[in-house]
């Protein structure tokens, strides 16, 4: 498997497409499929809060509408690309979300403009995610 840059630039590049007028805090999110497809999303604000998404929900959906088989439905690498003087993570829901479809292993790469800053296990970023089959 390739290191996480191509996950980073394609992050920057989907950050570089972001919605958000009202927060100015641009998302860009790219995930790695296991069969090693990539798919990227971005924050998209609504002036109707709470109804924009997140750039996670967003590369999900594209996840989900291009799968072929079942391995393009497993999250195995996420880059989240921001700007904050912290290393950015999911929100909670997207933390969820991405539990749904990746595995305790996923690793999830925090990023800025200058490169990724920090990195977690999903499993250490939602240690006792909801599942319905307990």
Known sequence: MTGPEDLFRAALAARAKA???FSNFAVGVALRTASGAIFAGANIENQSFPEGWCAET???GHMIMAAKT???RVIVEVVVAGELSVPLT???GC???LAEFGRPDTV???ANAEGIRASWTLAELLPAGFALDG
């Open 70 to 72: 079942p391995e393009d």
């Open 108 to 110: 999830v790469h925090s």
């Open 90 to 92: 999911p929100c909670g």
């Open 95 to 97: 933390r969820q979300r």
């Open 58 to 60: 967003t590369a999900i």
């Open 19 to 21: 919605y958000a007028p």
